[in-house]
């Protein structure tokens, strides 16, 4: 997943991006509302980790923005305010949950999971679609009882066609979803990450399908 992290606290910033970073993610951080907007008018995310106290503003009014102009990117709100009436104002606001400071980064990235599920309308981590089934947690894929781990790029891939199943994606937007705005990336990248996961799926009905002149899409064969 590609996150949108606005953060001004440079020491917890740095845990926070290198923590989901490891695990394969794509992260971009704003230090302030600013850089935020910015990044949001180039940028589709499919998750922001919102700090509320922020030099330029409130992150409060940030998600008001966001909600009012109808984006539906999930916003977690990173909040040192404990107080009830802090997390229910937020939530009213139109956040899809908060993390009290300071936190554990299980507790984050389990909470990134939970509001992805609810998002999708699932109950579980696994993707099943035709004879594939998908374990993001376990970095798994699962063709006809085969089983595959899949590397850091690989898996990311995999959970942007699976996540949206018969969607084309051009390989420059697969670019913008991939790799952060600091690494110098091609389109011949994602030629090479498609052809890991087609050997991957051999066999299998779900394929990765050209579609020529526009990207790729994941199908039923």
Same mark, same amino acid.
């Given at each position: 997943?590609?996150?949108?992290?606005?953060?001004?606290?440079?020491?917890?910033?740095?845990?926070?991006?290198?923590?989901?970073?490891?695990?394969?993610?794509?992260?971009?951080?704003?230090?302030?509302?600013?850089?935020?907007?910015?990044?949001?008018?180039?940028?589709?995310?499919?998750?922001?980790?919102?700090?509320?106290?922020?030099?330029?503003?409130?992150?409060?009014?940030?998600?008001?923005?966001?909600?009012?102009?109808?984006?539906?990117?999930?916003?977690?709100?990173?909040?040192?305010?404990? *107080? #009830?009436?802090? /997390?229910?104002?937020? +939530?009213? @606001?139109?956040?899809?949950?908060?993390?009290?400071?300071?936190?554990? !980064? %299980?507790?984050?990235?389990?909470?990134?999971?939970?509001?992805?599920?609810?998002?999708?309308?699932?109950?579980?981590?696994?993707?099943?679609?035709?004879?594939?089934?998908?374990?993001?947690?376990?970095?798994?894929?699962?063709?006809?009882?085969? *089983? #595959?781990?899949? /590397?850091?790029?690989? +898996?990311? @891939?995999?959970?942007?066609?699976?996540?949206?199943?018969?969607?084309? !994606? %051009?390989?420059?937007?697969?670019?913008?979803?991939?790799?952060?705005?600091?690494?110098?990336?091609?389109?011949?990248?994602?030629?090479?990450?498609?052809?890991?996961?087609?050997?991957?799926?051999?066999?299998?009905?779900?394929?990765?399908?050209?579609?020529?002149?526009?990207?790729?899409?994941?199908?039923?064969?």
């Amino acid at each position: 997943m590609r996150y949108l992290l606005v953060e001004d606290n440079d020491q917890l910033a740095n845990a926070v991006l290198d923590r989901l970073t490891l695990d394969g993610h794509v992260v971009d951080r704003a230090p302030d509302l600013g850089t935020a907007d910015d990044f949001i008018a180039t940028t589709e995310y499919d998750m922001i980790l919102l700090d509320i106290m922020l030099p330029d503003g409130d992150g409060r009014q940030f998600l008001q923005a966001h909600r009012t102009a109808q984006r539906n990117t999930p916003v977690i709100v990173l909040t040192a305010r404990s *107080e #009830v009436s802090d /997390r229910v104002s937020v +939530l009213d @606001l139109g956040a899809d949950d908060y993390i009290v400071k300071p936190f554990d !980064f %299980s507790e984050l990235e389990a909470r990134c999971r939970a509001v992805q599920r609810r998002r999708s309308g699932g109950a579980s981590n696994l993707h099943k679609y035709g004879d594939v089934v998908f374990d993001p947690l376990a970095c798994t894929l699962t063709v006809n009882g085969r *089983e #595959v781990r899949l /590397r850091n790029r690989e +898996l990311r @891939l995999f959970e942007i066609f699976i996540a949206a199943p018969d969607q084309v !994606f %051009s390989k420059s937007k697969l670019v913008d979803r991939l790799f952060s705005y600091d690494v110098d990336a091609s389109e011949n990248a994602i030629e090479v990450y498609v052809g890991r996961l087609r050997k991957h799926l051999e066999g299998a009905q779900a394929q990765i399908v050209t579609v020529r002149g526009l990207g790729y899409r994941l199908s039923l064969s």
